[in-house]
């Protein structure tokens, strides 16, 4: 097998083999940082040699790509069921809301992985565009589904859905980055309030 093989030509065990490696990496580069996080370090925590990981990977970009789209895929497969199941804009805007957090909360080293990935490339000059995700994707999918529920009459119609997306938005993704710095940071609590701060400002008058 080449690097960068097409996934459906992989077998079950490269496959495995592949997501070993990428778990491998979140947990030492959450652990030491992105700078420290060689593939040696990596191999060794996965209990491979290194070479093993040159041959799934093209080098250390291609595994970071990995982890970018695992980030991606898990927390679509794990948010977007919980978003749906809410048929009103307050459980809506909830669900959301609890569902990244809870997400964060269960997959902290990943997330902190990312963390430490993005303030790498912040450094070093690399574009956002680097890491295979749009920022803007997300606010743009909570932007149309807030004037949805508007439109609807079941959220208020005082404020612009881009703005409250993009509020929303920043505070989500202001945890990890807490959570990497402050062992005791209560992301369930902060969830709580996060909700209702957003339930406040969005909540038609009943």
């Known amino acids: 097998m080449q690097p960068g093989k097409a996934e459906p030509d992989r077998t079950f065990i490269e496959t495995a083999r592949r997501a070993q490696i990428v778990d491998a990496a979140i947990e030492t580069i959450a652990e030491v940082g992105y700078a420290r996080a060689s593939l040696g370090r990596i191999a060794e925590r996965a209990g491979i040699s290194r070479g093993l990981i040159s041959y799934h990977f093209a080098g250390k970009e291609e595994l ?9 895929e898990q927390s679509r497969a794990y948010m977007l069921p919980r978003i749906t199941a809410e048929s009103t804009g307050p459980g809506t805007v909830r669900a959301y809301i609890e569902s990244n957090l809870a997400f964060i909360r269960e997959h902290r080293n990943l997330l902190i992985a990312i963390v430490e990935i993005a303030r790498h490339r912040i450094g070093e000059g690399t574009p956002r565009r680097r890491l295979d995700h749009d920022p803007d994707q997300a606010v743009s999918v909570l932007a149309q589904l807030l004037a949805r529920f508007q439109k609807a009459g079941d959220l208020r119609t005082d404020f612009d859905p881009r703005s409250v997306a993009i509020a929303i938005r920043a505070a989500i ?7 990497s710095v402050d062992a005791q940071f209560d992301i369930d609590g902060y969830a709580r309030d996060i909700v209702q701060v957003f339930d406040l400002a969005t909540r038609t008058d009943e």
């Open 64 to 72: 970071i790509s990995e982890i970018v789209r695992a980030l991606i």
């Open 173 to 179: 993704d202001a945890a990890p980055a807490r959570m």
